[in-house]
């Protein structure tokens, strides 16, 4: 599944270079705890060791950046098609599905360009690229899909946009709330329903739309 | 490092007071108002073990909540006033007061002063602190310790204000404990340039903590007039900001995280030459690590939110890179830890010492929460899986409680013979260091398994996923084990005070069994 985010290529060597400065770190603390020859460090080595780091902080910002810009780099594009906020008729632009989101508390609800609305539920195709308009109106929310390994915050009065590839397999995946938001936080969960062609025309018979949130 | 006398007095770690029976001559009176340093300190450490008994308490019971999910035993409201109860007490009651009471006994001795400058202000900020936690129980806010707005202003609470002007008597508070520590600084015996590495860490942070605690201050102030609907200047609904809450509060909490950390730094740098009897691998280094890490605190602040969805701007950038630079620093001070354990044999006295025991499993514990943070500086990475996870949470406690708890926990295990006359149970406390380490390596493990997983945080109940529900049970069977090793820690500190050996002269002095039975004449 292709997603700029995925852990994968440049952000998994990162992620590696952490386990083994970690393990390296612990294996020079056993050493000095536990080797019998003793060592008296010269002074160069340290700053061998800053440069090191250097280099690393060099690494890791450029990795960040260039897998950052080219998720984003999309959404510019969108953006100069785009109408205003959540209007209506407007260009999908490179996207197969544009769904504007409204983060309340404490649900999310989706909604279609042809104005359909869909509490907790975004329903999507195998493998679409979907381009999601997110909004809060109340407080700061929080919006994640694990599959999607996407996760990003709302601040009340903005229009944050993230777009994801839709998993290939048909299926109901989770969407969360990572920011506390209220009492009603942990409820506040939905479904990236990926429908496939054979389910294409049943709609959402099959949907406990009710399932995840209540007001317990 | 020719000069023998400069590293002698840098060391600042020499026998300096007597054991004895501190706490049992202590009279109420005493005890409450007396601004003996000895005193202060040892009130500060006694209230922070009942703050962290409070804490632990409410960890035990919302992590028993999380161990399975679909069962409640908690409802969310009482949950969420557990969690925000747990974070603040922890952090303002708990670490801080702690490691700052610890540097209270150091400093007077360490820098020659024989006597805290201004206790009269550490003794004002231990009553507001007092009162500010008195606040909170009284209010029980529930909107976590961050209280981003609007949220915090609508929880429902009818007693919400108390939590807002809990967070100004923190401020305030801390504001006092920085002016003491920078005070006693600047004062240290012979000028900065000589002084042990203690003075630089209490005049770096006590910098920070003055600077940090004004954007604190108008927090608490903020949300209580937003609250009275005095002012709007954080609820969007009525023309407020919700970044500028984050802006200035975030000035705030990323210092707050070297608030306690520094200290831990210090106290570690004070108890490690102590214990294996020569001098730290570089004193410079650790001067730079210090100053290095004041400049860094504030400005990078911004990486605790994403501010904008334009998240890779020119400013996010440079906060993400200062974030990371921040390492440098933290290098620093490991690496020279690391150097000097490795410079001569480690004496068996240290070996055998309970502090000094404490003091390298929380070196352990910064490589291990500390390594991590280099994906969590990353803008791209935190957008991915990091961003209020578990992840955060795994790291924070690694840093708070693997290093800095337990660093502060090695002050008072080093203290113990000072202020009680007597030592402590050797096994008792050996089964307390081995119950906090394999407790807290499960828990933190468990939390950044979660992290990694997408469990979100502030949740009271969560849907059965098998990756969650593992992961929690194991965060909770590692808090069981951390509250089972601090009960044998509390009772090991309350009997031995009685029943412990008596210590007379020195109560750590440097021997080596080898180095003893090669040379028996002596």
């Known amino acids: 599944m292709e997603n700029a985010l995925g852990l994968s290529g440049g952000q998994a060597t990162l992620i590696a270079i952490t386990i083994g400065f970690t393990v390296l770190g612990l294996a020079g603390l056993a050493a000095a705890m536990f080797m019998e020859r003793r060592w008296k460090v010269s002074y160069s080595f340290e700053f061998l060791f800053i440069i090191v780091m250097l280099v690393l902080v060099y690494y890791a910002d450029w990795n960040s950046k260039t897998t950052y810009k080219a998720y984003q780099a999309e959404l510019r594009d969108w953006e100069e098609v785009a109408g205003t906020p959540l209007a209506g008729e407007v260009d999908r632009g490179a996207f197969d599905r544009v769904l504007n989101v409204a983060a309340f508390q404490w649900g999310f609800a989706f909604i279609t360009q042809d104005k359909e609305l869909s509490r907790n539920a975004a329903i999507v195709k195998p493998g679409e690229k979907v381009l999601f308009r997110i909004m809060s109106n109340d407080v700061i929310h929080g919006f994640n899909i694990p599959v999607a390994n996407i996760v990003a915050e709302i601040d009340p009065g903005d229009v944050r946009e993230l777009w994801i590839r839709a998993p290939d397999t048909p299926g109901k995946y989770l969407i969360q709330c990572v920011n506390y938001c209220g009492v009603g936080h942990a409820q506040m969960k939905a479904w990236l329903v990926v429908q496939g062609a054979d389910e294409e025309n049943e709609e959402t018979s099959q949907l406990d739309r009710g399932e995840v949130i209540s007001n317990g | ?522």
């Open chain 2, 1 to 522: 490092m020719a000069d023998k006398a400069l590293d002698q007095k840098r060391l600042g770690n020499l026998p300096h007071w007597n054991p004895e029976d501190l706490i049992g001559k202590m009279t109420l009176k005493s005890l409450l108002f007396s601004d003996d340093y000895r005193h202060i300190a040892v009130k500060g450490i006694l209230t922070s073990l009942v703050m962290l008994a409070l804490g632990g308490i409410m960890a035990i019971l919302f992590r028993t909540e999380l161990a399975v999910p679909d069962v409640q035993i908690l409802g969310a409201r009482v949950y969420m006033t557990l969690m925000t109860l747990h974070g603040m007490i922890m952090v303002f009651g708990f670490l801080i007061p702690l490691i700052v009471s610890v540097c209270y006994f150091f400093m007077p001795k360490v820098l020659g002063h024989e006597r805290l400058i201004w206790a009269k202000a550490a003794q004002l900020s231990y009553w507001l602190l007092i009162l500010a936690a008195v606040l909170l129980v009284i209010g029980r806010p529930d909107f976590t310790w961050t209280a981003y707005p609007p949220m915090s202003l609508r929880t429902g609470n009818p007693l919400l204000w108390t939590g807002y002007l809990a967070i100004f008597l923190v401020a305030v508070s801390e504001f006092l404990a920085g002016a003491v520590l920078l005070r006693n600084a600047l004062e240290a015996r012979g000028g900065l340039s000589g002084a042990p590495l203690i003075a630089w860490a209490a005049g770096t942070v006590g910098t920070l903590f003055m600077v940090s605690t004004i954007p604190l201050a108008f927090i608490g102030l903020g949300l209580l007039t937003d609250y009275l609907e005095m002012t709007a200047y954080f609820d969007p609904a009525r023309g407020g900001s919700v970044k500028f809450f984050l802006y200035v509060f975030w000035s705030y909490g990323h210092p707050a995280v070297y608030l306690p950390f520094v200290p831990a730094i210090a106290v570690l740098y004070t108890l490690m030459p102590r214990f294996l009897g020569h001098p730290m691998w570089s004193y410079w280094s650790g001067v730079a690590a210090f100053i290095l890490l004041m400049l860094g605190a504030i400005p990078i602040g911004p990486h605790h939110f994403q501010p904008l969805y334009t998240v890779s701007g020119w400013y996010e950038r440079m906060v993400q890179i200062l974030t990371l630079l921040v390492f440098i620093p933290s290098v620093l001070h490991v690496f020279n830890w690391i150097a000097t354990l490795f410079m001569e044999r480690i004496p068996t006295s240290a070996r055998r010492a309970v502090p000094f025991k404490f003091m390298v499993a929380s070196i352990g514990f910064i490589i291990y929460g500390g390594a991590t943070a280099f994906i969590n500086a990353q803008i791209s990475i935190d957008s991915d899986f990091i961003h209020n996870t578990y992840w955060i949470p795994a790291h924070f406690h690694a840093m708070f409680f693997g290093f800095v708890g337990q660093m502060a926990i090695a002050g008072v295990y080093y203290l113990y013979p000072y202020i009680t006359g007597r030592m402590y149970n050797q096994k008792l406390a050996n089964s307390h260091f081995w119950l906090w380490q394999i407790g807290l390596f499960t828990k933190i493990s468990g939390m950044f398994l979660a992290g990694y997983n997408y469990f979100p945080r502030w949740v009271y109940d969560y849907p059965p996923l098998p990756e969650w529900a593992s992961t929690q049970f194991m965060i909770t069977v590692g808090a069981y084990l951390i509250g089972l090793g601090f009960i044998l820690f509390l009772y090991n500190f309350a009997v031995s005070a009685s029943k412990g050996s008596p210590v007379e002269g020195d109560p750590w002095p440097v021997e080596d069994d080898a180095v003893a039975a090669a040379t028996p004449a002596e």
